[in-house]
């Protein structure tokens, strides 16, 4: 039986300092693509994701028990991907790394044509979403990437669901009009 990551945390307060690293193997891949996301370059996400679970423990004794762990969890994440983008190193890697990413894709023998169209339309979705403001950026890779509920959401952000939902809806239309129509 799988424990709720609250119990495990209560269990780490009382000295069961294992229980932390059930946590960490929950979460390790979504905090790692979470951070990919937001900075685009896989040792900075590796980097950022480790440091967050670091701070998530060394704070543990100040964790609020009324929230989920996986959501303040995604909040230090964040606020760590956020200064990290703010360091002109990693927002140009981020932004080479986007240039890489475009610029590779497998060819498909079988079908070049869906090959090329296949390709074309990542190039364009990972420009679009580099040219996104952060918190637009963050609220996509939230819901659409990392699956998050609205409520998820609304906890990992600390603003109203409301809010969520219209960030959401401005973010898409963003990303939307970013894209040109290329979807369509």
Known sequence: MELEDNVLVEQCLKGKLRTFRVLVERYKKSTYFFALGMVGNSEDAYDLSQEAFVK???ALPHFNK??????????ILSNLCKNALRSSEIR???????KALANSSTVSISDPEQSYITK??????????????????????????QDMSYQ???????????????????ARLKLKKALGGILE
Do not use: C
């Open 56 to 58: 998530a423990y060394r």
């Open 120 to 145: 074309e339309t990542k190039k364009a979705v990972w420009d679009a979403m580099a040219n996104l403001d952060e918190d637009a950026k963050e609220i996509i890779i939230l819901k659409h990437f």
């Open 152 to 170: 998820d959401i609304s906890e990992v952000l600390g603003i109203p669901l409301g809010s969520v939902m219209s960030r959401l809806h401005y």
């Open 92 to 98: 140009q890697k981020y932004l080479d790394s986007q």
């Open 66 to 75: 009324k929230f989920p762990f996986k959501s303040w969890l995604f909040t």
